[in-house]
């Protein structure tokens, strides 16, 4: 069975300043991994995904996210934060066989300083 | 891609009653699959519903206390029974595209009192 472990439960940064979110994943085959964003009060977004080619993935409002087989990692970047990216961030694995559905991280609660 | 709807957004219930939450999607999919966020938590699969046949329950998740149904390809429903306040959640619907692409409905927020 998969998991997905996001190491950080609240992560606070300084708008402008660049930003990191980890996550690990365990998984036998090719993952399909994926980051969504859930505002207060909202649903989930999804900010992108990974299936197969190359192991940098450009996302909505900027986001991009590394994919490294050896370490297990799918780490969610943003250059420049703002105050309006206050909000969950969840990592999530998947087989891709659109019958199994996703197995999600705990999330990380992202905390934006003026 | 797929748009979601659930009804209701939220709800307020008593501890001992049911609540059937609706899921609509705008296109005909295979399966459907239904998540429940407890409070200050992540996503937890309880249920995979494929239309025609009944639905498969995650560990800890029984037919019992969430029945679902799942009358065609556009629509399903997850009722959770005999509620109690640890039932107060965030119960979402989401649909799967190709290779795994999950979209979620905006969720319905029950709050068990």
């Known amino acids: 069975a998969q998991s997905v472990t996001q190491p950080d439960i609240h992560i606070t940064v300084s708008e402008g300043a660049s930003l990191e979110l980890r996550c690990n994943y365990s998984?036998?085959?090719?993952?399909?991994l994926f980051w969504y964003v859930q505002s207060p009060g909202q649903g989930l977004q999804l900010l992108l995904k990974?299936?197969?080619?190359?192991?940098l993935v450009q996302g909505i409002k900027g986001f991009e996210a590394e994919f490294k087989r050896s370490q297990s990692s799918f780490n969610l970047r943003k250059p420049s934060v703002h105050w309006s990216d206050a909000a969950e961030y969840f990592c999530?694995?998947?087989?891709?066989?659109?019958?199994?559905?996703?197995?999600f991280g705990k999330g990380t609660h992202l905390i934006i300083q003026p | 891609s797929a748009v979601i709807s659930q009804k209701p957004s939220r709800d307020i219930c008593q501890r001992g009653t049911s609540l059937t939450i609706q899921c609509q999607v705008d296109?005909?999919?295979?399966?459907m699959f239904w998540y429940r966020q407890q409070p200050g938590q992540s996503l937890t699969l309880i249920a995979t519903?494929?239309?025609?046949?009944?639905?498969?329950?995650e560990s800890g998740f029984v037919i019992d206390k969430f029945p679902i149904s799942r009358p065609n390809l556009t629509f399903s429903t997850l009722t959770v029974s005999n509620m109690s306040p640890e039932d107060s959640s965030i119960y979402l619907c989401?649909?799967?595209?190709?290779?795994?692409?999950?979209?979620f409905g905006q969720g319905t927020r029950l709050t068990v009192v």
């Open positions: 998984y036998g085959a090719t993952p399909y």
């Open positions: 989401s649909v799967e595209e190709y290779r795994g692409f999950a979209f």
């Open positions: 999530a694995v998947g087989t891709g066989g659109g019958a199994d559905g996703l197995t």
């Open positions: 519903a494929n239309q025609g046949s009944e639905a498969t329950y």
């Open positions: 990974y299936f197969s080619g190359d192991t």
């Open positions: 296109s005909q999919v295979t399966m």
